[in-house]
């Protein structure tokens, strides 16, 4: 138990670094920004309380919130998706999730790219829609969202390639 604490805690502070000293930096096209911290969420494990993933999910995107002066929206962001997270997960990988036994190294890549992508696309429209909160901007919140997530789903995969560990 305590190892998988710090195993999360070590995983949360280097996406928050990696995020603020590094991506927020990246502002392709004026619009293009990866957004890798929600990797916390997405590998949070299925057998934890579910309101402690919530929670730590506003942990995570309120720290993100402090260190880009954004108010809020990151953490509301993140709340959202933690709270969707097992209708993720149900989508995505089906009767695996039903019996608890999901083991990311372990099911195929495209259960895993599915998961990703929703998880993805859902967290940047809620972003977006609350940086822009403007129903006559919907193409921009639409844009930036579309590139974005392709931005980030491409990084994801990548680090999931990179720290994937094979077990048969």
Do not use: W
């Not at 070590?10 to 928050?16: G, P």
């Not at 930096?25 to 920004?33: E, K, Q, R, V």
């Not at 579910?50 to 942990?59: C, E, K, T």
């Not at 844009?143 to 990548?158: E, G, M, P, R």
């Amino acid at each position: 138990m305590n190892s998988i604490f710090s195993v999360h805690t070590i995983r949360f502070i280097a996406l928050v670094f990696i995020q603020v000293l590094i991506l927020n930096h990246i502002n392709f096209l004026g619009y293009i920004n990866p957004y890798i911290y929600i990797l916390f969420i997405a590998f949070f494990p299925v057998k934890n309380n579910r309101i402690i993933l919530i929670l730590l999910s506003f942990l995570l995107g309120l720290t993100i919130d402090m260190f880009l002066d954004t108010g809020g929206i990151h953490a509301g962001a993140c709340v959202f998706i933690a709270y969707i997270r097992p209708l993720i997960l149900k989508s995505s990988f089906g009767m695996i999730y039903e019996h608890q036994t999901i083991r990311f190294n372990t099911v195929e890549f495209g259960s895993k790219l599915t998961y990703f992508t929703l998880l993805t696309v859902l967290h940047h429209i809620v972003l977006f829609s609350l940086e822009i909160f403007s129903i006559s901007k919907i193409l921009l919140i639409l844009q930036k969202t579309l590139f974005s997530s392709i931005f980030t789903i491409l990084l994801i995969v990548i680090v999931n390639i990179i720290f994937s560990r094979k077990s048969k």
